[in-house]
């Protein structure tokens, strides 16, 4: 008998351990906020979906991570939600039941556009390529100049899923001695998140830029009305993107992008009194380090 009750000891206190740290006691809640993300784990780093405002759910009694979080009950998996996106309810006036794990898959599948909308104000360090390097020593202004281009950027960051993409509307502006370009854009952006947490994302992204009034004027272009110095610019960016706090009210944008294009519909651009002395500008490409502030509305 001695020998079989250490044995019984000796499987039953690993168990009841075991039972005592996954355990837990229940309360009744509901959701307060527009969209409650649901985590794999306590660092906040893998959001599985979210849970829309009224949802009611059943969560543990107690607070983990400086009493920020509550284990939530997700069809017999335990998941994590912030205490600041929930309202306690007496259990007589809930009727709560548990949330189901295919609740949150469809949540985490689906996407509301009408949330998770940013703004920012994007301030761009463009460095051009080659072609208006070569057009600027051609012309004798001084190569290398910056030019002013700001961007007011929309973008849609779904905390619950990997992908994020936006619209934006840009001024480029440049003036230099013989040569001034200006050109309105529209750019398009689509980012894949490699690494995502609550506090930081690092994107991989991807876009198209499109100018309908790409303007290079020259000191030396002829005054008459048939010389036309507006055309057409396209094109495709690349680059990599770090967001600091991407999910909060403000949070920092910034990244490196390199930008291919092409120009259609410009006249060869004059580099000196002489009649047939031009250049034809029909590529636009630039390495761009850009920085700015986001706000979610």
Do not use: C
């Not at 168990?15 to 996954?22: A, E, I, N, P, Q």
């Amino acid at each position: 008998m001695g020998l079989f009750l250490k044995t019984l000891i000796f499987f039953l206190i690993p168990l009841l351990t075991l039972l005592s740290g996954t355990a837990w006691g229940t309360r009744h809640a509901h959701v307060k906020t527009d969209h409650a993300v649901i985590y794999a784990d306590q660092n906040l780093s893998t959001p599985l979906g979210h849970i829309s405002r009224g949802k009611r759910v059943i969560v543990g009694e107690v607070p983990r991570k400086y009493g920020t979080l509550l284990p939530i009950l997700i069809a017999g998996k335990v998941g994590w939600i912030q205490i600041r996106d929930i309202q306690f309810v007496a259990i007589a006036d809930s009727d709560s039941e548990n949330m189901l794990e295919h609740d949150v898959i469809a949540l985490e599948k689906s996407d509301n556009l009408g949330i998770n909308n940013h703004i920012s104000l994007v301030n761009n360090v463009f460095v051009f390529g080659k072609e208006w390097e070569e057009l600027s020593y051609a012309i004798g202004d001084e190569v290398g100049l910056r030019p002013f281009y700001m961007t007011v950027y929309f973008d849609h960051r779904p905390p619950s899923l990997r992908y994020s993409f936006g619209i934006g509307l840009s001024y480029l502006y440049l003036k230099q001695e013989n040569l001034v370009l200006s050109a309105p854009l529209l750019e398009l952006k689509g980012l894949w998140s490699a690494i995502k947490y609550k506090y930081f994302n690092f994107d991989l992204s991807v876009g198209a830029f499109f100018s309908g009034a790409f303007k290079v004027d020259s000191a030396y272009n002829p005054l008459d009305e048939d010389h036309d110095d507006t055309g057409e610019m396209y094109g495709i960016n690349y680059g990599v993107e770090f967001k600091y706090f991407p999910y909060s009210t403000f949070s920092i944008v910034n990244g490196l992008s390199f930008h291919h294009g092409i120009i259609s519909g410009l006249a060869p651009i004059k580099i000196s009194n002489e009649e047939n002395d031009t250049i034809a500008l029909d590529r636009f490409k630039g390495t761009n380090y850009y920085f700015g502030v986001s706000y979610h509305f």
